[in-house]
């Protein structure tokens, strides 16, 4: 997926615009250039490396005062209607935990120290947003908050819009940010896994139920907390009919069950399989803030490797 993206900058020959990822060299040739690859990466653009990605436990104590303790993901989506509400609340305390450790999720900030967008570490040295979020403001960086006490500012070195990114439609609304150096990993925050696309659309997405991890919008702010939902997967042609708009194959629709203030662009979505957890889809905010209807739908951006 990653050697799907180009650089904003324009360029008189294909490798001023420096497409080989990961300190590759360029070449240019007649029909177009060649990127030679170091050790440990490969693909068009030298995009394609190792990638660790964090394992889920495959059971979760559940520290609730409810009769049934001790339950695992498999039995928590047992219960029965019989009390919705505690049903739903286990859902979502199962889930939030069992991610609590999955991903890097950050904030983009401004030059005026502002936060307006969300995104998630993919790699050590590079960022996942939405194309939108990266052309929205001329000089940005990105926030962590990993030390809880404290957010640290991470320089980025380039920006690589998705090259098949339609802004009157938003299709392929997707945007690799480089950084500058290398995020520190802490121990029990690595980078969350890229699913292949086929995993992704007939596996994951209709059969596993989502979380949705970013921060919510309190009118033009963004929350200082990290908030957490549970979402399921929503029938293309249910989603083209209650939105009325046009879902491509780069795209799909989840609903909640819960009622949240808008998230803000940049939003991801994750799903757990067999313990590990993988990133299905980014959150484009403009084309939900201006439902106002109950069940919440949300439109993502499909993330899957072709690789």
């Not at 001023?16 to 990127?35: A, E, F, K, M, W």
């Not at 660790?52 to 559940?62: E, P, R």
């Not at 992704?200 to 200082?224: C, F």
Request: one cysteine or more.
């Amino acid at each position: 997926m990653l050697d799907k993206f180009q650089p904003t900058e324009d360029g008189g020959t294909q490798c001023v615009s420096q497409p080989c990822l990961n300190n590759g060299s360029c070449h240019d040739n007649i029909r177009g250039y060649t990127c030679n690859c170091p050790r440990g990466y490969e693909g068009r653009n030298c995009a394609y490396g190792e990638v660790l990605c964090w394992a889920a436990a495959q059971t979760l104590q559940l520290k609730m005062n409810v009769t049934q303790r001790g339950l695992t993901d498999v039995n928590i989506f047992a219960i029965q209607d019989r009390n919705p509400i505690r049903a739903l609340a286990l859902r979502v305390i199962n889930l939030v935990q069992m991610a609590n450790r999955a991903f890097q999720t950050v904030k983009l900030t401004n030059s005026e120290g502002k936060d307006f967008c969300g995104g998630v570490i993919i790699r050590e040295n590079f960022v996942l947003t939405t194309a939108k979020c990266s052309l929205m403001h001329r000089n940005i960086v990105v926030t962590t908050n990993f030390n809880r006490t404290s957010n640290d500012l991470l320089t980025i070195k380039k920006i690589h819009v998705h090259m098949r990114y339609n802004e009157d439609t938003g299709e392929n609304n997707l945007s690799l940010l480089k950084l500058e150096e290398p995020v520190q990993c802490l121990s029990n925050r690595l980078p969350i896994c890229m699913p292949e696309k086929d995993f992704a659309e007939h596996v994951l997405i209709p059969g596993k139920v989502g979380l949705v991890s970013g921060w919510t919008v309190n009118g033009t702010e963004l929350g200082d907390s990290l908030v957490k939902l549970p979402v399921t997967y929503l029938d293309g042609d249910e989603c083209e009919e209650v939105l009325n708009v046009t879902v491509t194959t780069r795209m799909y629709c989840e609903k909640s069950e819960l009622v949240a203030r808008p998230w803000v662009e940049g939003s991801i979505v994750m799903r757990e399989h067999s313990g590990t957890w993988f990133l299905t889809g980014i959150m484009d905010s403009s084309r939900t803030e201006e439902y106002g209807q109950f069940p919440p739908l949300y439109m993502e951006t499909l993330i899957a490797s072709t690789k």
